[in-house]
């Protein structure tokens, strides 16, 4: 018969095995993370790099197969991983015997399982698990614990493979092993920034990131700022977003992931400009319609008018925001052929100013006003904008210290002797890590109460932008006026905070360190400069800071980096060009074009030593007291 005693003892003993599996669990090697940034929209790119595993799953592969499978094989099981499904397709469309086929499905069968076998060494059972589509769980929970040395348990190994087989299941089950060894080889994602720019699906990064992944973190970068601003009412980040929409040939983004009807902006763009070489969209004009580009490139000129004219009355309105030598409407001639900057005139190439009051440059038409308060209502109103933009605010944030890195995408603002500058606002100093939790503050109360005047919120939020003292931009100003419109290298040019050039110094990385509380072993994981390439690896003070841009698509195949921390250390990889996923497909590519190792750890790190590992201690700490009760 039970009694109370009984179920006490019971009670105590479930909580011992937890109190043991959790012990268990500190002590597995510490699982690998991957430092990603600048994904701009690039989604079959990114989906490249995640799928490999962001270069992990390669590795792993020879680690695994070193001396058992040619490196040719061992790109294709790699392959494999990455495309299950378009490889088998191609696989039974190339391989007609049908003995030689199925000697394919065995090997593949037994490499796969190896595989997983050995990206799930590191975590406990309920982790795998979770990777693996259910229906396939009891199958591979059998399959992974089988040693294969004694030749019953081989006889039952052969079996349940061919059942496999003969049940029609083979294909179903390479994939759902695939895509398990894809989510295990990686156990947590850090995306350093700048998801949304020029690309073409930013919207579907993100769903990939709700649907696929459990286990991420963003950092916001410049470009996030516009979209969350957006929605928040800023009309300043909606005419930039717009702009750069129209620059890449991208407005049918706003209408199909977001649903924003771009019908007015589009009929007053056509109806006041002209196309004109400087707003030709910045993609291959071969591969649109003429329609398409003349819209674009009206579409462009009409959003950057309008930005200039807001971009003057923010200006105005906020002096503390010191940028004066942002104003140049009202600095154009008469007849508006040419521009007086500093006392010395400019001529003005392809201009386009005919919706330009000479008597009040910043003032906005009627027309433009009415497409504008159409616009912002509809991106404060975009429902799947909100969820999208509510899930960067939920996962990102403006900086992460995490298992004693930090993580930012731009920089900490400086001046030339490496002192944090000071930005004065509201009657108050924010510097360092103050001033990146204030933006955070500010946009966290933007996006709460969306609003479509001219607010402070706002205001700051296009600072955040493009402001000289923004830890997301770090830069002295953005030129887009002299872009467009100046031919002069050195009115166009924009200069890096000195931040960057200090980066290079120890002293510097510890001043930064110490200012964010990171501890002397960790690491500054930044996103945002693409100027590093192969023969200047973005490691300085020593690794004690790292660059991990990722390039930008359709500006340059620049393949861009990827950095990886796992138990034994940091790798640095430099990744090869990203063309398209059938040129990946057909080439059977690698991702990493070179390896390099940041650090290596003494003693391999394990759970114990994370911050997920810090969260177990207090688990067994807490589940010890109930014990004791
Ligand atoms: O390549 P484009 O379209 O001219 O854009 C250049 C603009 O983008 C910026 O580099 C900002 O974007 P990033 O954060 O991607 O660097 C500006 O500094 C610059 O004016
Ligand atoms: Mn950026």
Redesign the pocket.
């Known amino acids: 018969m039970r009694n109370k005693f009984t179920n006490v003892i019971e009670n105590k003993n479930e909580i011992k095995s937890k109190i043991i599996n959790l012990s268990a669990t500190l002590n597995l090697p510490k699982g690998t993370e991957a430092f990603i940034s600048?994904v701009?929209g690039g989604y079959d790119r990114f989906s490249h790099i995640m799928r490999s595993g962001a270069g992990n799953i390669s590795k792993k592969v020879s680690e695994v197969f070193s001396g058992k499978l040619m490196p040719v094989n061992q790109m294709k099981l790699s392959c494999l991983i990455y495309y299950p499904s378009e490889v088998l397709k191609e696989t039974k469309n190339k391989i007609t015997d049908a003995d030689e086929l199925e000697q394919w499905y065995m090997d593949s069968f037994n490499n796969l399982i190896e595989m997983l076998r050995y990206v799930a060494n590191k975590y406990p059972k309920s982790l795998v698990q979770k990777a693996i589509q259910p229906d396939f769980w009891d199958i591979t929970e059998n399959l992974l614990m089988i040693d294969t040395n004694f030749k019953d348990k081989r006889l039952y190994y052969q079996g349940l493979l061919s059942s496999i087989e003969r049940l029609n299941m083979a294909d179903d089950f390479i994939i759902a092993i695939s895509h398990a060894i894809q989510r295990l080889a990686i156990e947590r994602i850090h995306i350093v920034g700048?998801i949304y720019?020029?690309g073409s699906h930013p919207d579907l990064v993100i769903n990939y990131l709700i649907n696929h992944w459990q286990n991420f973190d963003i950092q916001w970068?410049?470009?996030d700022i516009l979209w969350m601003g957006s929605m928040a009412g800023s009309k300043l980040c909606m005419l930039n977003l717009i702009r750069?929409c129209a620059?890449y040939d991208n407005l049918e983004l706003l209408n199909d992931a977001y649903d924003i009807d771009m019908t007015s902006m589009i009929k007053l763009a056509r109806h006041s400009y002209r196309p004109l070489p400087n707003f030709d969209p910045?993609v291959d004009l071969t591969g649109i319609s003429e329609e398409n580009r003349i819209t674009d490139n009206c579409v462009q000129q009409a959003a950057t008018i309008m930005q200039f004219k807001l971009e003057g009355q923010a200006i105005k309105r906020r002096p503390e925001f010191e940028m004066n030598d942002r104003l140049f409407l009202d600095k154009l001639s008469q007849d508006k052929k040419s521009i007086k900057i500093d006392g010395k005139d400019y001529p003005i190439d392809n201009g386009c100013f005919q919706l330009v009051n000479p008597g009040n440059p910043y003032q906005i038409s009627h027309p433009e006003q009415v497409v504008l308060i159409d616009l912002i209502n509809q991106f404060i109103h975009s429902s799947k904008l909100n969820e999208h933009m509510w899930f960067m605010y939920d996962h990102g944030s403006m900086y992460l210290k995490h298992n004693g890195n930090l993580l930012f995408h731009g920089c900490v603002p400086t001046d030339e002797q490496g002192n944090f500058v000071k930005w004065k606002i509201d009657g108050r100093n924010y510097l360092g890590k103050d001033l990146s939790d204030y933006f955070q503050i500010i946009l966290r109360d933007a996006m709460r109460h969306p609003t479509t005047g001219d607010c402070f919120n706002s205001d700051v939020l296009w600072y955040l932008w493009c402001g000289k003292d923004s830890p997301l931009f770090g830069?002295d100003k953005?030129?887009?006026f002299e872009?467009y419109f100046i031919d002069d290298e050195e009115l166009q040019k924009?200069t890096l905070n000195p931040f960057y050039k200090l980066c290079k110094k120890e002293w510097f990385a510890d001043r930064v360190k110490d200012e964010f509380g990171i501890g002397e072993e960790g690491h500054i994981i930044v996103g945002?400069t693409p100027d590093a390439d192969e023969e200047n690896l973005p490691i300085m003070s020593k690794g004690k800071i790292i660059q991990v841009n990722g390039g930008?698509p359709k500006?340059e195949h620049n393949g861009g980096f990827t950095l990886l921390y796992d138990s034994y250390g940091m790798q640095l990889l430099k990744l090869k060009p990203f063309i398209s996923l059938s040129t990946s497909l057909k080439d059977l590519n690698d991702v990493i074009l070179k390896r390099k190792i940041v650090e290596n750890s003494i003693e391999r790190k394990v759970v114990m030593d994370t911050d997920r590992g810090d969260k177990i201690k207090q688990q067994i700490a807490d589940l010890s007291a109930e014990l004791n009760d």
């Open positions: 600048d701009h700048d720019d020029r970068g410049n470009h750069i620059r910045k830069k953005m030129t887009t872009r924009e945002h930008r500006m």
